[in-house]
């Protein structure tokens, strides 16, 4: 009871300090020309704190103060632009007296190089970074930095969408399978990239349907697939950039090693990609905590560092040496690399 109340006070909290700041929001974007504004989600956090876990329409965190002063606060935005039509936009606001780092304009930077990577040309795996504003707001007459990140659309949302208990009944297996490897190749792809997205989970990969011309004139297009994009690289870091550090991420998907405090790697990437593996396959996490958990981020930490790796269902167990060495535990006994899990799935798919 205490932990709901003090949610809803957190939530009630949030409400109010939204209706000061959104309005200034509009009147930025606006002002950019951009309509049709429509604010899907805002979350709060604070300087001396943060932490995550999954999106929601009103998304809140646990903060040790209310005061807008030493909080920073993150939005995304759905409006239409003359130039670029149906955009989302992710829109960060601090104020002057608490840098944020690293803030928005890190995303930014690196959804730029990534698309500009010769060692990736054709090959798209990250949504185009249509603009990147950083201008100065004033609230409750205190300066503030506004950064605001502009993308195109994907009506067809996110995998997770895809693996909600409304969708999750209805994918086949060749889906599933689809999903995995595709899922697989734009990491491969990031990875020969130079960078770690150091976040890999469904909710970071869009859904950008494309119909090929022999499919659509054939009768059957039940087989269109969409092409998948990584999204969300708040965390990506180049592979000759890595720190050290406590864990970050989102801690369903954090490898063994990240709540030990080492730096990311290639391996904590496959980590994560080996829980979504399980995620895809069966529509559950492998590991899980409750919601009733007093330290969540303990309960986190002893599911990955001494849970064993759960057994798949007899329709799913041809995936299990894939899972098991996706997910071990120790970094020497895990894939080295994702072109290796990306050819062990080719070939589950051809035999």
Known sequence: ???????LSIKQALQVQAQQILPIITQELVAQHFSEIVHQRIAQQSTEQTQDEHAQ???TQDIKTQNIENTYYQGLTR????????VMIKWQLSADAYPISP???HEADVLAAVNASLKIKNKAIAPPLLAHHCVSVQILEQPHKLIVVVMPHYS????????SDRNQHSLTMQQKHYFLVQSAHLIVNLHEASWLHNDIKPSNILLDYFFDDALLDSADTSSLMPNLLLTDFALAERFNDLKEGSPAGTPAYLAPERWQG???TVQSDIYAFGVMMVEILTGTRPFQVSANSNDKLKAWAIQHCQQPIPKLLLE?????????KALAKRVERRYQDLDKVLIDLRLLGNS
């Open 1 to 7: 009871m205490k932990n709901n109340a003090s949610n």
């Open 57 to 59: 329409v009103v998304k």
């Open 79 to 86: 409006a239409q632009h003359p130039q670029f039509g149906q």
């Open 103 to 105: 803030d928005l304009t």
């Open 156 to 163: 067809n949302g996110s995998l997770a969408g895809q693996l």
């Open 262 to 264: 080492q730096s990311a």
């Open 316 to 324: 799913y167990s041809h995936y299990q040496c894939i899972v098991d």
